[in-house]
Each structure stands twice: as structure tokens, then as C-alpha cells.
């Protein structure tokens, strides 16, 4: 019974760069969502997605940013022109449709250089 | 926009202490959940609440759902080792209303256990 998997665990970019984090939600959840943590900070919502829609993405910075959970394959999160500024945790959680419990990945730990 | 308190901010107690952490909001929450964070992993899901009033246990952990909707508490009882850790309560955000939505964390209270 597979939770959450994202990867990779640990990405490297070089500012410019583009970052690709992905993420398979747990067996029988339709929604995703990503959140992004820095260090000794609570998680901030990004992005909530459907299958091929974005429901709510308040939470995401208006440039360089995109998220997909296309039909088939795992939801991606996209940061393009990486800066320094971007270097944080990014967790991925999913939930069954309507439920307000979401369980998280393992995280995705971006550094820029 | 919506923001959740918790206090205290760390805790430093012996094992074999209960342990008791809070979280406050202005705004009404209608689901509080209660989440462990381990360094370098993901967050896990502890406790969820959805009635004013209700108090819900999961092992050595109780936590209650304020009469207001405003507030929710975290009690560990008999505290070992492995609690050492990061918790936070969540809330959904009321933008799109609904169970599912993205959740609004406070800051985190870090329990360390001095043996």
C-alpha cells in the first residue's frame, strides 16, 4: 500500500536552471496538492490540482511557476529561471475526493547554487 | 488571509512528561488536523477533528476541537524518544470551500526530550 512518492529527494540547480519535482498521489486519490517549506517554517499552500485541472493556485508565485497533474503519469511541478530565493522543501500530499485529511510525500529538497 | 498560531514555540521535557501544545486562529476553522514532522521527511497525519467539541485520542495523543472554531489542543501522554519532533495543526482554507482544499499550517512546535 504505497503513501505519497516524490522524486527526486534532493535536486541541485544552478540559477537559470529549470526544476522538475513530481509527484504520484497515493492509490485511489484524485487531488494533489504542493506545498513549499523553509527551513524552521510551517508548510505554505501552493497549488491544489484535479485530474487536468488546477482547482486553486493562490498559493502560487505568479512567474517561473507552473503545476500539472495530467491524466495519465504524476503531477509535476515546475520552476523555470530557478534563483536562490527558490532553494526550500517542496511536499506533494493527496487526498480522496472531498476529504480534508491529506497525506504527504517524502519532499523534494531543492537547492540553487 | 487566514493564520494559525501554536504555542509554545519548543518544549523541553523529560521523558515520561505529558506534553501539552495549542493552536489559535481569528478566523473559524471547520477541520483542524494535527501533523509530525521528522527531519528531512514528509509530514504525517496524527489526529483529525471536524466537530466543535469533539476530543479525539490516537494512542498516548488526545487532541479537542475548541468550542468556538477557533483553537484545538495536542496532549501526549507519558512522552518517549520517538516523539522528539516537529508538530503543526492545519486548517483547510475556506477560498473554495468544501472538505478539500489546500491546508493553512501554523509555525510548528518542536518537542525535544532530554532523557
Known amino acids: 500500500n504505497a503513501g505519497v512518492m516524490q522524486n527526486p529527494r534532493h535536486l541541485v540547480r544552478r540559477r537559470g536552471q529549470e526544476a522538475r519535482l513530481r509527484c504520484s498521489p497515493m492509490?485511489?486519490?484524485?487531488?494533489v496538492y504542493w506545498y513549499r517549506q523553509l527551513p524552521e517554517e510551517g508548510l505554505k499552500f501552493m497549488v491544489y490540482?484535479?485530474?487536468?485541472?488546477?482547482?486553486?493556485e493562490s498559493g502560487m508565485p505568479k512567474e517561473r511557476f507552473s503545476a500539472e497533474f495530467p491524466k495519465e503519469g504524476p503531477s509535476i511541478l515546475r520552476i523555470q529561471q530557478v534563483v536562490r530565493g527558490d532553494s526550500a522543501a517542496y511536499f506533494c500530499?493527496?487526498?480522496?475526493?472531498?476529504?480534508?485529511?491529506?497525506?504527504f510525500g517524502p519532499g523534494t529538497r531543492l537547492t540553487v547554487t | 488571509g487566514q493564520q494559525l498560531n501554536q504555542s509554545p514555540q519548543s518544549m523541553f521535557i523529560q521523558e515520561g512528561e505529558d506534553v501539552s501544545m495549542n493552536c489559535t486562529s481569528s478566523?473559524?476553522?471547520?477541520?483542524w488536523l494535527w501533523y509530525k514532522q521528522d527531519p528531512g521527511e514528509g509530514p504525517v497525519l496524527l489526529i483529525a477533528?471536524?466537530?466543535?467539541?469533539e476530543l479525539t485520542s490516537n494512542g498516548r495523543l488526545t487532541a479537542q476541537f475548541g468550542i468556538t472554531r477557533k483553537d484545538s489542543f495536542l496532549n501526549i501522554s507519558a512522552s518517549i524518544p520517538s516523539d522528539v519532533g516537529i508538530y503543526f495543526c492545519?486548517?483547510?482554507?475556506?477560498?473554495?470551500?468544501?472538505?478539500?482544499?489546500?491546508?493553512?499550517f501554523g509555525k510548528g512546535t518542536h518537542l525535544i526530550i532530554q532523557p
Open positions: 500530499a493527496s487526498s480522496l475526493q472531498g476529504a480534508a485529511e491529506q497525506y
Open positions: 492509490k485511489g486519490h484524485s487531488h
Open positions: 490540482l484535479q485530474k487536468e485541472n488546477i482547482i486553486d
Open positions: 478566523s473559524i476553522f471547520n477541520t
Open positions: 477533528l471536524y466537530k466543535a467539541g
Open positions: 492545519a486548517g483547510p482554507n475556506l477560498s473554495s470551500g468544501g472538505g478539500a482544499d489546500g491546508l493553512t
